[in-house]
């Protein structure tokens, strides 16, 4: 069975997200982090080896980095139709949206957040995000046209997280909205923290 080593109100969200899309079999286990405001612990119980989440552990696979993690998943469990294999001609579009996500949304979203998004590089590359994103879904409905796929995951989910640093667009708004109303999402939200704290609150 696989097990996901999970904090609440993080990034490891997207994947419990993805894993509810995929219909997986899975295990959360609840782990502390340090959080960005300073809450929070690193915990001796997170296999991470920096102590953070998501990771994965699949037998004697341990996998992190979130895209790593959804494409580890939608390789493992190609019948769920949420990744495009090894073969298919939209691999690399796939591939490609998958490390944007990592390697130019993320750092772009957390630029503009701390104020460090005012550099004029730095702008020009929020504004790249921005057309790439637009240009997307003026083609839509998700991300890669007709298909959902852990595209829609996990640059949604990060755009969902996001949406206040991102321009008004009713493409946008939309977009989230039909991302927000699938089963596996609101699944996901009711997993996201431990039975006893959802109790609690
Ligand atoms: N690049 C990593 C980043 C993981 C990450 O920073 N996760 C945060 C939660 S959103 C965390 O665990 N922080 C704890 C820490 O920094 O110690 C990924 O995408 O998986």
Redesign the pocket.
């Known amino acids: 069975m696989l097990a996901l080593y999970h ?1 609440p109100r ?3 969200g997207r994947t419990v997200w993805l894993l509810e899309e995929l219909g997986a079999a899975y295990d959360i286990r609840f782990v502390d ?3 960005g405001d300073g809450s929070g612990r ?1 915990d001796p119980a997170n296999v ?1 080896p ?5 990771a994965l552990v699949d037998g004697d696979a341990l996998v ?4 790593a ?1 959804a494409l580890y998943l939608t390789d493992l469990l190609p019948e769920a139709g949420l990744g495009v294999l090894v073969g298919d001609p939209a691999r690399g579009t796939y591939l490609t949206w998958l490390a944007w996500c ?1 390697g130019e949304l ?1 750092p772009t979203i957390f630029a503009q957040m701390t104020g460090a998004g005012d550099d004029p590089r730095a702008k020009a590359g929020f504004d790249a995000v921005v057309a790439r994103i637009d240009a997307a879904l003026a083609a839509g409905p998700y991300l890669m046209g007709d298909r959902f796929t852990a595209v829609d995951v996990m640059v949604g989910g990060t755009l969902a997280w996001a949406r206040s640093v991102m321009p008004p667009s009713a493409a946008l708004d939309a977009y989230l909205a039909r991302l927000n109303e699938r089963p596996a999402s609101i699944a996901a939200c009711a997993k996201d923290a431990p039975a006893a704290d959802r109790q609690a609150a």
């Open positions: 904090a993080s990034r490891s982090i340090v959080y690193r991470h920096d102590g953070k989440v998501p992190t980095e979130s895209l993690v990592a993320e």
